[in-house]
């Protein structure tokens, strides 16, 4: 018998369209079931998650992914293979992960991310860095390009002050973003690209009692700040509801 029932729904406002996940999990085994739909295109995938194994299946594409995942004494390693299109001839061609971290001390640690495609012929790798729980170092790169993209953050973690963060990647280029929680069950996450000249915030709510929340996302070009008519609504807007 199912011993929890969580439903969230978003509804996506350039698209038109409302999309839902539900996910069922059990009292008495480690079984997960997770169910997406939406109102345009009614079922879109299903997927199953039991102990270290997870199974997917998109329904419009007809895709298949398998992964399963390894936990070893400092470290962790990820098998999976995506079957696109039932196309089971591509079998095998996994993607294999392995997370690993090389300091690990009061002050400084890591965590190094080594992944391999077989299916595309690409490696890549993320490498973080974090100093005193407040610093932290990031630096990602793939065997296609010569680019690299990082990430420097800084999380004074106060009210108006969550954290702080200046990226830079070879598509987006340059990206600030700031993060504050400036009332309990409040949450407000700001980027601002200096390619598009756009300011892209996102909104959260969560009830004080419960498990219900709110988020809307917008984007601002600069030349129209002072006037918050010039804003756009995108991606999302929708409510989180858990049914125990």
């Known amino acids: 018998m199912a011993s929890k029932v969580t439903t969230k729904s978003f509804y996506d406002l350039g698209k038109r369209e409302l999309k839902t996940r539900t996910e069922v999990s059990f009292a ?17 995938g299903l997927d199953l998650d039991k102990g270290p194994w997870k199974l997917g299946y998109d329904v419009k594409r ?18 999976r293979q995506v079957v696109p299109g039932l196309k089971w001839e591509v079998v095998p061609t996994p993607v294999i992960e392995l997370s690993t971290k090389l300091l690990d001390s009061a002050k400084w640690k890591d965590s190094l991310k080594l992944t391999y495609d077989f299916m595309n012929r690409n490696a890549h790798y993320i490498e973080t860095l974090k100093f005193n729980k407040q610093y932290k ?3 990602a790169g793939d ?18 002050a ?27 996450s700001n ?21 219900a929340e709110f988020v809307v996302d917008a984007a601002l070009p600069w030349d129209k700040l002072p006037s918050l ?9 929708g409510v989180k509801v858990d049914f125990k």
């Open 143 to 160: 065997s296609s390009s010569s680019n690299h993209a990082f990430c420097i953050g800084w999380k004074p973690d106060t009210k108006w």
């Open 137 to 139: 170092i990031r630096v």
């Open 162 to 188: 969550k954290s702080f963060k200046l990226m830079h990647t070879p598509a987006a280029g340059p990206l600030l973003s700031y993060k504050l929680k400036p009332a309990a069950g409040w949450k407000l």
């Open 62 to 79: 007809k895709d298949v992914a398998l992964q399963y995942t390894r936990k070893n004494q400092g470290s962790t390693v990820k098998f």
């Open 28 to 44: 008495d085994s480690d079984l997960k079931v997770g169910i997406n739909a939406s109102d345009e295109a009614g079922l879109v």
């Open 229 to 237: 008519g010039g804003a756009r609504l995108l991606k999302r807007a």
């Open 191 to 211: 980027e601002a690209s200096l390619n598009t000249r756009t300011l892209y915030s996102s909104i959260t709510y969560k009830a004080l009692k419960g498990d």
